[in-house]
């Protein structure tokens, strides 16, 4: 039986209830979720770690509202959305939540400031010019808003997909693999604002992450197994997230 609300945790910003999702149909169908339930608390920053193919993109895709669940539910603060007509859904999501990928996603052609408030002009609700330059001096990008993409280091671009996530002000921001395509230096310094997200601005961070050190700059870590929420890890080192993920791609 699915979870209520209540089971899984009242008060949280996202959460997953019996989530399921599979693709394709029949012998061929692959179950990428099998019943994961997690709460998200206000202000926490959460990692999302496994093995590949474990489940942890589609969770966040699903908690997003970027992807549909087979089965189980999906909620941000006291409404579901799982089941919400797709336009209704897009409308919700550009306020209540934030996405940052992996490769940055800008527009080459356009400002800085222009791919900030590209969202918000594609939906017809064109942020203010302030409200850009607040999501840029947030990121520390004040002064660079007339530079293009080609023209800024590659962890000054998702420097700037944050503060395009973040220029609606949203209360949840995903981000997955938010430093894959970035050396190890730069990387800390996105992980380093991220965390001040949650701990100035009392925003919540769901991250998907396969790096141990990237998962030390969260409160926890969801550690996922064939679709399955195999560990909850709190407090997490990165020596001890890496001895976690060694034991279980050993089966341990």
Known sequence: MAKTETDIGAGAVARAADLHREYGR?????????????AFAPGTFTAVMGPSGSGKTTLLHCLAGM???????????????????ERRLAELRRSRVGFVFQAFNLMPAMTVAQNVELPGRLAGERPGRERVLDALARVGLAGRERHRPGELSGGQQQRVAIARALVSRPGVLFADEP??????????????????GVDEDGRT?????????????????LLLADGLVAEEIDRPTAARVGERLSRLGEGA
């Open 26 to 38: 029949g012998t061929a169908a692959v179950r990428a979720l099998r019943g994961v339930s997690a």
């Open 67 to 85: 992807d549909r669940p087979t089965r189980g539910s999906v909620w941000w603060g006291g409404t579901e959305v799982s089941r919400m007509p």
């Open 179 to 196: 430093t894959g395509a970035l050396d190890r230096a730069t990387g800390h310094e996105i992980l380093a604002l991220l965390r001040a």
């Open 205 to 221: 961070c769901v991250m998907v992450t396969h790096d141990p050190v990237a998962a030390g700059y969260a409160d926890r870590v």
